[in-house]
T-cell receptor, first 115, second 111 residues
Framework: NAGVMQNPRHLVRRRGQEARLRCSPM?????VYWYRQLPEEGLKFMVY????????ESGMPKERFSAEFPKEGPSILRIQQVVRGDSAAYFC?????????????FGQGTRLTVV | DAKTTQPNSMESNEEEPVHLPCNHS???????IHWYRQLPSQGPEYVIH???SNVNNRMASLAIAEDRKSSTLILHRATLRDAAVYYC????????????FGKGTSLLVTP
């Protein structure tokens, strides 16, 4: 019974390159959330997706960032033309068809370093 | 968004109980109170949640005030592995079911 799987665990990109972060939710979970944690700061909500739908992207930067959760395969967080300020830990969480009475399960994160 | 207030940090001795407080005076009737924790260099981990009644599980207990304006997470016997940042979060339909993490309480456990 695998938990939420994120890969890669560590990713190094040069400024201007693209970063692709993958998240495979727990089996049976159709809801995925992405969070960003800057060094020495708290977790900030970015986006909430269901299969093939973005439900809430209020925390996503307006430019360079996008997310998808296709019918098949993992959820992808894509950052284009990365800058040093994108260096952070990115966490994904999944939950069952949701209500307020369910818990979310988090992955171990992808630590992105932009050099 | 419904907000929570927690102390920045707390300290406990190993094998003693720990009571982590959380104020949420603007809670609405349908908001669930969730607690998560984040150990160093790890992803957040679910601890417990409740609505009105006190809750117990293998990790902790959650005591909810009668007026629901505050709650307390209780670790019955703190261990060194419990050293983490503990987040009290109100999960509300108005926030689109997202968990909005605040600054949390950093718990230090000393031997």
């Amino acid at each position: 019974n695998a938990g939420v799987m994120q890969n890669p665990r560590h990713l190094v990109r040069r400024r201007g390159q693209e970063a692709r972060l993958r998240c495979s939710p727990m089996k049976g979970h159709s809801h995925v959330y992405w969070y960003r944690q800057l060094p020495e700061e708290g977790l900030k909500f970015m986006v909430y997706l269901q299969k093939e739908n973005i439900i809430d992207e209020s925390g996503m930067p307006k430019e360079r960032f996008s997310a998808e959760f296709p019918k098949e395969g993992p959820s992808i967080l894509r950052i284009q033309q990365v800058v040093r300020g994108d260096s952070a830990a990115y966490f994904c969480a999944s939950s069952p068809p949701t209500g307020l009475n369910t818990e979310a399960f988090f992955g171990q994160g992808t630590r992105l370093t932009v050099v | 968004d419904a907000k929570t207030t927690q102390p920045n940090s707390m300290e406990s001795n190993e094998e003693e109980p720990v009571h982590l407080p959380c104020n949420h005076s603007t809670i609405s009737g349908t908001d669930y109170i969730h607690w998560y924790r984040q150990l160093p260099s790890q992803g957040p981990e679910y601890v417990i949640h409740g609505l009105t009644s006190n809750v117990n599980n293998r990790m902790a207990s959650l005591a909810i005030a009668e007026d629901r304006k505050s709650s307390t997470l209780i670790l019955h016997r703190a261990t060194l592995r419990d050293a983490a940042v503990y987040y009290c979060i109100l999960r509300a339909s108005t926030s689109g079911y997202a968990l909005n993490f605040g600054k949390g309480t950093s718990l230090l456990v000393t031997p």
